[in-house]
Antibody, heavy 123, light 108 residues
Framework: EVQLLESGGCLVQSGGSLRLSCAAS????????MSWVRQAPGKGLEWVSA????????YYADSVKGRFTISRDSSKNTLYLQMNSLRAEDTAVYYC????????????????WGQGTLVTVSS | ENVLTQSPGTLSLSPGERATLSCRAS???????LAWYQQKPGQPPRLLIY???SRATGIPDRFSGSGSGTDFTLTISRLEPEDFAVYFC?????????FGGGTKVEIK
């Protein structure tokens, strides 16, 4: 059974930094691209970033490009999101999501999701 | 950016009725790379449909997806009590990946 467990969310001041982690189990981690998707309170879903199975390709939404960095450690089966220069509009639940194995580069949908971790940025 | 517009915003129906949800894209979605998700309060989204019409593992056959180009539809043939939730579409034919704003299916 696929399990994705996010951690690292908390209350942080505007301009601050935070690193989210997602511990993955139950599947061949290195074979799957992974992604972060966020949801502001009471709002819809917004794709944030994705990374290929090898870690060699990364993708970002314009809203976070230059501020957020996605990475992965296959030895630990863990996905990360380093978030810098945080803004109030980054306040959201951040979900870690698995992309099906064999997906074409950048052509990602999400077949498993974690429970999410809440990031609150105070201004 | 391929903007997805979902309609209606809210659908009020009774159990046993048929639900038809629309997702319209501002640009053609290549290869019918369109997915649908269901989300209940306090839970993460759950994948229902990918490739516009393929059901994900374990999804009941009362859920079906159709469409191509810019117009896509999710149909729930007979609503069960557990189907009342919010539904999102997502296109993955081009970057950035984008989601629609959601349709809430509520009990009438």
């Amino acid at each position: 059974e696929v399990q994705l467990l996010e951690s690292g969310g908390c209350l942080v001041q505007s301009g601050g930094s935070l690193r989210l982690s997602c511990a993955a189990s139950g599947f061949a981690f290195s074979s799957c691209a992974m992604s972060w998707v966020r949801q502001a309170p009471g709002k819809g879903l917004e794709w944030v970033s994705a990374i290929s199975g090898s870690g060699g390709s990364t993708y970002y939404a314009d809203s976070v490009k230059g501020r957020f960095t996605i990475s992965r450690d296959s030895s630990k089966n863990t996905l990360y999101l380093q978030m810098n220069s945080l803004r109030a509009e980054d306040t959201a639940v951040y979900y870690c999501a698995q992309v099906p194995a064999g997906a074409r580069p950048g052509r990602f949908y999400f077949d498993s999701w974690g429970q999410g971790t809440l990031v609150t940025v105070s201004s | 950016e391929n903007v997805l517009t979902q309609s209606p915003g809210t659908l009020s129906l009774s159990p046993g009725e048929r639900a038809t949800l629309s997702c319209r894209a501002s640009q053609s979605v290549s290869n019918t790379y369109l997915a649908w998700y269901q989300q209940k309060p306090g839970q993460p989204p759950r994948l229902l449909i990918y490739g516009a019409s393929s059901r994900a593992t374990g999804i009941p056959d009362r859920f079906s997806g159709s469409g191509s180009g810019t117009d896509f539809t999710l149909t729930i043939s007979r609503l069960e009590p557990e189907d009342f939730a919010v539904y999102f579409c997502q296109q993955y034919g081009s970057l950035p990946l984008t989601f629609g704003g959601g349709t809430k299916v509520e009990i009438k």
